[in-house]
């Protein structure tokens, strides 16, 4: 599979290494106001004010205060397998949303990855990252959630989604990364398994009401991307990778 050892240069040049102050009047309102999950764990990023704002139960998820987590932390802590492209599906994300000038709060993605425990153990995560706030156009703070998932099968093959108004286009811009690794999106995924069962693609565009055409694009750049030469080579190594079940 293709390598690629480079980071996402954009997202990290707009965050920094600043903690939340949990006392604050915004931390406060959010600890207040925001739920959590079992094994869960959320920040808040602030761009306008360059730094996080709130933070909960990261130690219980991966070891750090929550008066000690930022966002280069959570950033740097990704194990090397995955960091590179989760780096740069951050880029892509936050370049896209900022292109938008409208209900940018709808915009959100998800991204199945393993993170260090301060401890030195790797975890396995589901990590979603929305836009939370946006002024006159542009993003001003997203929010994060990251919780244990134990019963992800992780292979060679990293997954991801994207959501909002124009879920097409965003996914679209971030799929431009999956050809750079050994990667695949839901949209991908949802259309791999119902060829795998045998449907057609006719009668996969009939379910989800699109073209034949579009799906034949989510499923044969997959021959290339995970260098395969038949659907039968294709199926086979979605079960060996865990991404069909």
Known sequence: ??????????????ITGIPADLNSEEALHYKNTIPLFPEEAVYIYSFKLGKMIYASNWEELLGYRDDEINMLTITNITTPKYAAFSNELNDKALL?????????????FTIELKKMHKN????????????LKAE?????????????????????????????????????ELNKVLFEYC????????????????Y????????????QSAIEKRILPLYKRFEVKSLAQLISFAYDNHILP
Do not use: C
């Open 1 to 14: 599979m293709i390598s690629k050892a480079t980071y996402g240069d954009y997202s990290k040049s707009h």
């Open 96 to 108: 896209f949303i900022q292109s938008k000038t409208k209900d940018l709060e709808k915009y959100s």
């Open 120 to 131: 030195g153990t790797k975890v396995p995560l589901i990590s979603r990252v929305g836009v």
């Open 136 to 172: 006159n156009g542009k993003v001003t703070e997203i929010i994060g959630r990251s919780q244990i998932n134990r019963s992800i099968k992780f292979g060679k093959v990293m997954r991801y989604a994207a959501y909002g108004p124009d879920k097409s286009k965003f996914e679209e």
């Open 183 to 198: 990667a695949i999106s839901i949209k991908e995924k949802e259309a791999l398994e119902l060829v795998s069962k045998g």
């Open 200 to 211: 057609s693609y006719k009668e996969i565009a009939d379910q989800f009401k699109v073209t």
